[in-house]
């Protein structure tokens, strides 16, 4: 029998003003610091919440798409769509719930009673409670999390970047000590840096 794709009954997100607020906050806040010793402790810091912001709810989002696909029989695409993310992530959960593998691949075009079965072999946990709005909520919270990381990424490049050229003339382990983080991490940012400064050179 062909799928039954149900959707839940819940507004879609709006993630595009989600993000777009999130980054604007975040840009805000750090172009208002002027000093680049200081823009790069907070853009550390700053990315230092998100991840663990995102770490603190990904799980719950995870565990309730798989329940809401496999168990509940939505829609995978709507799933999506409701969580912010890709087909291609949709389907990495899925896998991850069934194999414990996120690039190991689902059969293709399994009917409803397939899909329980397979979640009931692997034993993927049934959530009853509220797993829509778990999912969604949890979604624009992870979502604006990575909106901010991102931002933030960019603001500790270039002030680590700053930090490495005159007048302040820090070495890698300098920043990094300041910031809170690893040399290497350091150094592939202040690599980024320099590659963005030459693609914006030649654009002129």
Not at 44 to 49: D, K, N, V
Request: hydrophobic share 40%.
């Amino acid at each position: 029998m062909p799928r039954s794709a149900k959707k839940l009954s819940l507004d879609v997100p709006d993630y595009e003003k989600i993000c777009e607020a999130a980054e604007t906050a975040v840009r805000n806040e750090l172009g208002a610091i002027a000093r680049p010793d200081d823009r790069v402790e907070r853009a550390a810091e700053t990315i230092r919440q998100a991840d663990a912001e995102i770490a603190l709810h990904i799980e719950d989002r995870n565990a309730a798409l798989a329940s809401l696909y496999f168990h509940d029989l939505y829609e995978g695409a709507h799933l999506g769509r409701m969580a912010g993310i890709t087909k291609n992530a949709v389907r990495e959960i899925q896998s991850q719930a069934v194999y414990g593998d996120p690039k190991k691949r689902l059969p293709a075009r399994m009917s409803d009673e397939e899909l329980q079965k397979i979640a009931r072999k692997a034993k993927v946990p049934h959530i009853t409670d509220s797993p829509g709005e778990t999912l969604r909520e949890n979604g624009k919270i992870i979502e604006a999390a990575r909106a901010r990381r991102g931002v933030a990424v960019v603001f500790m490049r270039d002030a680590a970047l700053a930090l490495s050229e005159e007048p302040y003339g820090w070495d890698g382990p300098k920043i990094a000590e300041h910031a809170g983080v690893g040399k290497k991490l350091i150094w592939q940012q202040q690599a980024a840096a320099r590659a963005a400064r030459e693609r914006a050179r030649k654009q002129r």
